[in-house]
Nanobody
Framework: QVQLVESGGGLVQPGGSLRLSCTASGFSLDGYNIGWFRQAPGKKREAVSCISDSAEITYYVDSLKGRLTLARDKAKNTVYLEMNSLKPEDTAVYYC????????????????WGQGTQVTVSS
């Protein structure tokens, strides 16, 4: 079964950190660019960042620049999104998605999606 599975979400206090994982099963992430998206309650889904197959990173949210670290571990078929200095406005469901063509902030260009992991930033 071809799928992406996110993990690592949870409740964290403002200023804290989380590392989200996106693991593929049923296919290899080699050749795929992996995007991270988020959707907060009552808001549209937005692109957060993307790491290309060659590990080039694109950031789509100015407020997150400098607070994100993306990495990929090909041996584990996993991509990571580490978020630091978290703020309450970062609360959302975070999704990873895979596209074979190019990093993009346009969701329909991604062919595979995970089910999402909840990140809640609150004291």
């Amino acid at each position: 079964q071809v799928q992406l599975v996110e993990s690592g979400g949870g409740l964290v206090q403002p200023g804290g950190s989380l590392r989200l994982s996106c693991t593929a099963s049923g296919f290899s992430l080699d050749g795929y660019n992996i995007g991270w998206f988020r959707q907060a309650p009552g808001k549209k889904r937005e692109a957060v960042s993307c790491i290309s197959d060659s590990a080039e990173i694109t950031y789509y949210v100015d407020s997150l620049k400098g607070r994100l670290t993306l990495a990929r571990d090909k041996a584990k078929n996993t991509v990571y999104l580490e978020m630091n200095s978290l703020k309450p406005e970062d609360t959302a469901v975070y999704y990873c998605a895979a596209t074979y063509y190019r990093c993009s902030d346009y969701g329909p260009e991604y062919s595979h999606w995970g089910q999402g992991t909840q990140v809640t930033v609150s004291s």
